[in-house]
């Protein structure tokens, strides 16, 4: 039995707390009524009662939490990444050294658990361009770091900018995978005016917000011209293995596209075979069956999306140990595949060992 890899699991370290308690505007923590209010999505900062936000525990910054959340789960190792919004909202003068501090700090985390957690670093991507390499190249030295974790914003202008070019191709040459996770969702009015707390923007926000991101990429000849850069999608991509159909042939059809030569060469089914990796954060049969069919029984990865969507109390007040939230995301795999060619096997960490070299 291959070991159990969770490649989606969030951490804020101490030194980004620290920052989050320091700041009045989002992101921030404010402690109201003695219980301390995480505001990290700007829809969050309505108002200044004790529902803005959510509440903030250890779970979110205390590595022991992590760790039993993980022995709960039967996890054996977990690849952690900073959550978002990372560093983007920092002043770029600022950026290039919290990046240094906070992927120092979670470096060392991990070294303290020797062989249960690796990491994914952060990006000053604030800073200049040159400061981004910089820290791509320092994160291929940290011994428990496997890649970047990096929000839809690119350096200001998405992940079609040409000015990305070099951190993709110094991505590429480092061997360092892209986690590429939303956070910025859609504009607010899409929701409409009704109240149905954060269901809209997380169900559907993030996974639009990703499904976007990494079609502009695609769109601007991203993988045309770095053929070998590994893009980890956060929630199975979104939508885009759904609609990579559509967006196939919207590009055939498009007058300008054509006349420019300015298509992608590279076909998108291609690009989800090669360039795209998958998590299984999907919560249904449905929806892992399709990012196997799409990228394949060996670019799908396990994930929980830890410390979010925690289980909530019971009427009896009793929270679970159990997280419904992991547990239906493994049923969604054994029923979609049992043990059909070790899939879920592989799912659940073969492919994460294999190809984040893992010991
Ligand atoms: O619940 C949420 O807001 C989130 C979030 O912000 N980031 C994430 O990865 N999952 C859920």
């Known amino acids: 039995m ?6 989606h699991t969030h951490i804020y370290p101490p030194s980004y707390i620290r920052l989050l308690r320091s700041r009045q505007t989002v992101p921030y923590i404010r402690t109201i009524d003695a219980s301390d209010r995480l505001v990290i999505l700007p829809s969050e ?9 959510r509440p903030i525990g250890p779970e979110y910054y205390d590595i022991s939490h992590k760790l039993k959340f993980m022995d709960v789960h039967n996890i054996d190792i977990s690849i952690l990444s900073l959550a978002n919004p990372w560093l983007d909202f920092l002043p770029s003068d600022e950026a290039a050294k919290t990046a240094r501090e906070v992927n120092d700090d979670i470096d060392k985390l991990c070294g303290e658990r020797n062989g249960r957690l690796y990491a994914f670093g952060a990006l000053p991507l604030s800073a200049s361009v040159e400061e981004v390499c910089a820290e791509v190249e320092r994160l291929k030295e940290l011994k428990w770091m496997r890649g970047v974790v990096m929000g839809t914003g690119g350096i200001g202008k998405g992940l079609d900018d040409e000015r ?8 590429e040459e480092t061997g360092q995978t892209v986690f590429l996770h939303p956070h910025y969702g859609l504009p607010s009015e899409v929701w409409g005016e009704k109240e149905y707390g954060h269901v809209l923007p997380l169900a559907l926000g993030f996974p639009l917000e990703t499904t976007i991101a990494i079609s502009r990429m695609y769109l601007a000849g991203v993988f045309d011209r770095y053929p070998r850069l590994q893009v980890l999608l956060a929630h199975s991509g979104g939508t885009i293995p759904f609609l990579a159909g559509r967006l196939e042939s919207c590009i055939e059809h498009d007058a300008h596209l054509q006349k420019e030569g300015a298509a992608p060469r590279k076909s998108i089914w291609d690009v989800l075979k090669r360039n795209i990796l998958l998590d299984a954060v999907v919560y249904s049969e449905f929806g892992v069956k399709t990012a196997v069919q799409v990228s394949g029984g ?3 990865l396990f994930g929980t999306d830890n410390p979010f969507f925690p289980p909530l109390a019971g009427d009896d007040g009793a929270v679970p140990d159990e997280w419904k939230s992991v547990t239906t995301n493994v049923a969604a795999l054994q029923n979609a595949f049992g043990t059909l060619d070790g899939l879920t096997e592989k799912i659940l960490g073969g492919n994460a060992v294999r190809i984040f070299n893992l010991a």
Not at 2 to 7: L, P
Not at 45 to 51: E, G, I, K, R, V
Not at 164 to 171: A, E, H, N, R
């Open 2 to 7: 291959s070991k159990v890899v969770d490649i």
């Open 164 to 171: 990305l070019d070099k951190v993709w191709g110094i991505l």
């Open 45 to 53: 900062d309505t108002n200044a009662s004790t529902s803005i936000g």
């Open 298 to 300: 060996d670019r799908v």
